[in-house]
Each structure stands twice: as C-alpha cells, then as structure tokens.
Nanobody, 127 residues
C-alpha cells in the first residue's frame, strides 16, 4: 500500500517560515505527480502547489504564489514545500498527495481525483 508521510509542521509566528517535507513509504516518487494541499477548520481542502514528475511543470494557487515554492529531489525521494511569510490565515492541516496520471493543474484544482494522500501535518501561525 502506498503511503505518504508529511513532516515539518509546527507553530510559527506571523512572518516566519517553515519547510514541509513529503516522503513516501514503500515506493519511489519518480513516477508520481505530487501536490500539497491544506484544510482549515470548516473549510474545503485547497490545492496549493503541484509539481510534475520531473519538475518541468508547476502549478501554484493564487493564495500562495510567490510565498510557497515547491520543489522535489527525486534522488532523496522527497518533495518540499517552503512556506515563507506565513500569515495566521495559513493555519491548517497540510497534506501531500501523489498520483501517477494527472496534470499538475487538474491535481491541484480537483483534489477529488487524487489517489494517494498522507495523514497531514498541522501548521499553526500565531503570535
């Protein structure tokens, strides 16, 4: 069974930074489009950024464009989400997801089509 593990969440002050990591258990990320999503209490899951298998294509939601660059290191089998200039509105549970056969835009815009999800990591932005 494919499993994804997120790490790097925590409590940070407004204006601070965190780097989230997504690591698979039992498979290689090379063959998968990877995306980062978040869900705040009472809100729908939101696609933030999705990256293609070789990082040739990247999609960013307007809410994080310019603040949350995504990257992947296939040699380390890890995808990262660098979160900069964090705001209280960024407080949410952050998830990574993988799918072998979607485009980056469709993955981020239509979370329901994604096959594999991690358990999530909490990010809290507060002073």
């Amino acid at each position: 069974q494919l499993q994804l593990v997120e790490s790097g969440g925590g409590l940070v002050q407004p204006g601070g930074s965190l780097r989230l990591s997504c690591t698979p258990s039992g498979f290689s990320l090379d063959d998968y489009v990877i995306g980062w999503f978040r869900q705040a209490p009472g809100k729908e899951r939101e696609g933030l950024s999705c990256i293609s298998k070789r990082a040739f294509n990247i999609y960013y939601a307007d809410s994080v464009k310019g603040r949350f660059p995504i990257s992947r290191d296939n040699a380390k089998n890890t995808v990262y989400l660098q979160m900069n200039n964090l705001e209280p509105e960024d407080t949410a549970v952050y998830y990574c997801a993988a799918d072998p056969s979607v485009t980056v835009q469709s993955m981020c815009v239509r979370a329901g089509i994604v096959n594999y999800w991690g358990q999530g990591t909490q990010v809290t932005v507060s002073s």
